[in-house]
Structures are given as structure tokens and as C-alpha cells.
């Protein structure tokens, strides 16, 4: 694999190729063409072809896709054959919501730890996972050797709150606060903005519908 | 502008722009070099110049980008200037999760509604947001004009739901589930998957960071 030249988009759709042969595995299909593959995960073929180029995958010309054959080898670049924890850091209404999604149905990702400030919570079990107080994160996030943290915040702690991840040797943030973190160059930060989930959609919604497709 | 070529990544930007903007307007400051742009919103210039020329957007050589004028310009591209009203179906723990969640601070978007069948919820309020039972949808939808919903129901509930919606005249489902649901052409569905977004975030810090930037 060229890895240098894989676009952002591609590794993008890697976990929904990986999900799909997954799901065709589970129900016992053992090969798919070409077509119905961008029919049943709604990409279209020249996309997936472009992509499955760049990867070095891995279909026959006349006979489609060994179902087993790209289970395993999405399963492998996308290091689903070890498990990886993962904090979560804020624990009000959004940060209950995600320790309680249960992110191992569908991956091999699993909230291992979370985090706050309020004593009320800090030493409680959040559906199944501990609340440590944010001052034991350096410590906790060591032991337990996690670099990835689900930031839940509020927007104004949103800062302070990265400088300490940061400071405790996290290496990726998946933020959900609609803020943008300064972080070092070698941390890398995700953004899940809900708001400009719904704001993307609705544009398209109202502009002319000959934009090319999603 | 010119529609047609705007490609859906710029697009995907807009509220990041429009946001970005917003904020310095109400910090007080007037212009802004596309250099400081750049390091405010984390988007390298060269996109930053690539996506302002696709919509027309609005710098000038020397000088930079006048705030107001780029506050007015994506308020105007994103519809801002009038508020728009979604709807959330599935009132669990996301969906409280959103209900809760501020919209409205950083977008004109609100939502206006919930659906959920269980009859403990149904006919309260939560967040200040009504919740019906799904029988009413197709009623309180044309009622209340909305064509825009948050998919927040369970997996195995997903593709029923969003045909009920597409029966009542939806045209836009923002899907939080993880399942790919089959909707008529002229309905517009986006994912948000969470377990998606960690494994690409994870992916990116497995791999060697040459890969080219967010």
C-alpha cells in the first residue's frame, strides 16, 4: 500500500467498507460485484473503484468482491484485529449519551475512561465505564495507555481542557465542542460539529440538487 | 455564483467560514489577513483560496477579507437570515443528548419537534421541546412546516423510521445510526457515525502522518 497518497475522503469511507463486508460476512455472503456493492452502501462505483486503487484492493475483473478476502483485509488496515480504548472527557448531557453508544457493536473502539470536574459524578459507573476527576487524567490516561480522547466539554472549557490533554500525552481528540483547539502539531484534533452537520444538509436541500452527489 | 462546480468538500466548509467570521465580527475586529485565517480555522490557504474562488468569495490582494462583508456573505449562502426548524426522532439517549444540545448558538437551526413511541415520553416536553408519538408525524410535520429530521432511533428501528418520515415528506434525514437506509432519490440522507469518526481519527494516528492534511 502507497500510503503516502491516500486522500483524506478515502480513509473517510474505510470503516463503511469495512462495516459492509462485515455485515456481508455475518449473513453469509460470500461474494459481491461491483454494482451491488455501491448499491447497498450508496457510493458510487467510480468512487469506490478510485478508492479500492489506491489501496491496493481487490476485486476481479467478471467476478466482483471475495467478501472474506476484504473483511480481512479492512479488518487489518484499520487495526480492527486489537481493540483501542479510548477516554471521554466531560460527562454532561452529550458525554452520557456517547459513554452509553455503544461504539464495540460496529468497531473495535471502546471508552475504557471518563472524565470530569463535578464531584457528584467523579468515583460514579457510567454505563459500565468509571469517572475519574480530571486531575488523576495524566495518571489514569498512562496506566491505562490511552492517546485518544472524546472532548464533551462546554465551549468555554474547551481550550483549557485540550492544554490538558495535551499536557497528559494525548495524541488525537475527537472534539464535539463547536470550538477550535489550539494543539500542538503532533496531536491530531476531529471535528464533530452537530450544528454544522445539520447546516450542510440543509443547504443542499436548498440549492439546486445538480451539485455533485455525496 | 455558480452553482453547479461547487464541490461538496467547499460546501462542507461553509459553516466553518461562516462561524469563524461571526466570531471575529463579534470580538470586534474588522479584516483579517487570509494568513491569520488560515491559522484561525485550521484550513490551509491554498483550499481556503480554492473554495472562496468557487463561490465568488471575496478577498482582496493586499488587504485581506473584510469581516462584516464574509458575515454577510455566508449568512446570505447558508439561508441564516431565516431561522430553520427540524425535528428529532427517537428520544433516547442521543436524542435527549440533542435535544439538549444548543443549535442555535452558532447556527439559525432549532429543533422544533420529537417523535418517539414510547407513551412515557410522549406528551412531555424535553428541553423545552414537545414530544409527539409517531403516528403524528406526517400531521406535525406539515403543520409545523418541517422537512428536515435528526435520525436518532435504534439501529434495528432505522430503516422503518425513515420510511415513515419519507412518507410524510421528508427531504433531508440527518442519520446518526449506523445503518444505510434506502430512500427515494429525491430524499438527501448525511451519517454522522460516531464509530466511524473515532476510527478515522485513529486510523490517521496509526499511520504515518504524511498523509495529506485534514
Known amino acids: 500500500m502507497t500510503e503516502n497518497i491516500v486522500p483524506n475522503a478515502t480513509i473517510k469511507r ?17 461474494k459481491i ?26 476485486g476481479k475483473r467478471g467476478y466482483g468482491y471475495d467478501v472474506n478476502e476484504l473483511v480481512d483485509f479492512f479488518k487489518k488496515l484499520l487495526n480492527q484485529d486489537r481493540r483501542t480504548n479510548v477516554a471521554l472527557v466531560g460527562v454532561g448531557n452529550l458525554g452520557n449519551a456517547l459513554l452509553n453508544y455503544n461504539f464495540s457493536r460496529t468497531s473495535n ?9 463535578d464531584p457528584e459524578i467523579v468515583g460514579t459507573v457510567k454505563s459500565g465505564v468509571p469517572v475519574y476527576d480530571m486531575n488523576e487524567i495524566k495518571e489514569q490516561l498512562e496506566l491505562q495507555q490511552i492517546d485518544v480522547c472524546i472532548l464533551t466539554v462546554s465551549s468555554n472549557a474547551a481550550q483549557k481542557t485540550a492544554n490538558m490533554l495535551v499536557d497528559a500525552g494525548v495524541k488525537g481528540i475527537l472534539n464535539f465542542t463547536p470550538i477550535i483547539v489550539n494543539v500542538p502539531n503532533n496531536v491530531r ?26
Open 109 to 117: 473502539v471502546r471508552i475504557a475512561a471518563a472524565f470530569d470536574i
Open 33 to 58: 460485484s461491483s454494482g451491488e456493492l455501491a448499491e447497498g452502501i450508496k457510493i458510487d462505483s467510480a468512487t469506490i473503484r478510485r478508492d479500492f486503487s489506491y489501496l491496493g484492493a481487490l
Open 189 to 214: 484534533v476531529h471535528y464533530v460539529d452537530l450544528a454544522n452537520e445539520l447546516q450542510t444538509l440543509i443547504y443542499f436541500l436548498d440549492h439546486d440538487s445538480s451539485l455533485d452527489h455525496e
Open 14 to 30: 474505510l470503516p463503511i467498507y469495512y462495516r459492509y463486508f462485515q455485515f456481508l460476512k455475518d449473513e453469509g455472503t460470500k
